[in-house]
């Protein structure tokens, strides 16, 4: 049960992140809106998620180890619950745009967290195979979500894109609460680099949302460019903050491990092009070729 909860815990970040591509046509279609256009609110429904998902990541993962992994990971799902029926229940693009980014944010407690709790939970050789499994898994809701969510928006509507998670988190609930044991790290001090995981949300969100602003106002709207320029400067600060910083959220000294600097370059690849092709993929298939 252990398990359940773990792999469920992240497989629905992941398929969270995939399976609302195929929903982006029928949102553009049904949706009203009236400060942002289609497009654009149609690519921050799902880079919203993104940035705010990868900007809290390693922050969500220090408040684990130290207020407690089990307590983190129930927010995390419950934060991820409420916030995914407010998405499917969403009136207008711009309130679904708004619950999107806070879903991801409730998603970046759940990511670390079950990994910890699985490092927590099993020894080796156990602890090997939890981490195959739970691979496994979340690698196939990221592969299974467009196929699942085509079929299920088709006969439904788009909104279950978004219900479809209830079930899966209520679930998950009731494993981590009965059968979850609390765990901490010991030597976590409670120093947190609130400033450094700012930086990260305004360097990441600012290039995306400038980016997406620009293109959609043909790049005649000076917030744009305010906002890129934002990002820009937090992207440049960032690894000078790192190096100055007591107790940096993310320590360059690990970088020069040529293992963690090459994993961590190879998945930044990966996924950069795997989901930047899921996102335009479905809006050219079903909104140009009509499929």
Same mark, same amino acid.
């Given at each position: 049960?252990?398990? *359940? ?8 970040? +992941? ?12 949102? &553009?279609? @049904? ?19 993104l940035a705010t998902l990868a /900007?809290?990541?390693?922050?969500? &993962? ?15 799902? $419950? ?13 207008s693009l711009e309130l679904l ?38 691979? =496994? ?23 279950? /894109?978004?219900?479809?998670? $209830?079930?899966?988190?209520?679930? /998950? ?6 059968? *979850?044991?609390e765990s901490r790290d010991e ?16 360097? *990441?969100?600012?290039? =995306? ?10 790049? %005649? ?10 990002? =820009?400067?937090?992207?440049?600060? +960032?690894?000078?903050?790192?190096? #100055?910083?007591?107790?940096?959220? *993310?320590?360059?000294?690990?970088? #020069?491990? #040529? %293992?963690?600097? @090459?994993?961590?370059?190879? @998945? ?11 996102? +335009? ?6 909104? @140009?070729? &009509?499929?």
């Amino acid at each position: 049960w252990t398990m *359940v909860a773990a792999v469920l815990g992240s497989a629905i970040v +992941f398929l969270d992140g995939t399976i609302v591509n195929v929903a982006l046509p029928s949102i &553009g279609q @049904t949706l009203p809106h009236s400060i942002v256009s289609v497009l654009e609110g149609q690519t921050y429904v799902t880079s919203g998620y993104l940035a705010t998902l990868a /900007a809290l990541l390693i922050l969500a &993962g220090a408040l684990s180890d130290f207020y407690g992994r089990r307590r983190i990971f129930i927010i995390g799902l $419950v934060g991820f619950g409420l916030t995914s029926v407010l998405s499917g229940l969403s009136p207008s693009l711009e309130l679904l745009v708004v619950f999107r980014v806070l879903q991801g944010a409730a998603g970046a407690l759940l990511v670390p967290c079950s990994l910890s709790i699985i490092t927590a939970t099993f020894e080796e050789p156990g602890r090997s195979r939890a981490f195959g499994i739970w691979a =496994a898994a979340t690698s196939a809701t990221t592969i299974l979500g467009p196929t699942i969510g085509g079929l299920l928006i088709q006969a439904i509507s788009w909104r279950i /894109a978004f219900l479809i998670n $209830v079930p899966l988190v209520l679930l /998950a609930l009731y494993a981590t609460i009965k059968y *979850v044991e609390e765990s901490r790290d010991e030597h976590a001090t409670g120093r947190f680099d609130w400033l450094g995981a700012f930086v990260v949300a305004v360097a *990441v969100g600012g290039l =995306a949302f400038g980016a997406i602003r620009g293109q959609a106002q043909q790049w %005649r709207d000076p917030v744009s460019f305010i906002a890129l320029g934002a990002g =820009a400067v937090a992207l440049v600060l +960032f690894p000078i903050l790192m190096a #100055r910083r007591a107790n940096p959220l *993310v320590p360059l000294g690990l970088f #020069r491990v #040529r %293992r963690f600097a @090459t994993i961590n370059l190879s @998945t930044l690849l990966i996924y950069g092009a795997l989901y930047v092709t899921f996102g +335009f993929q479905s809006l050219f298939l079903q909104g @140009t070729l &009509g499929y």
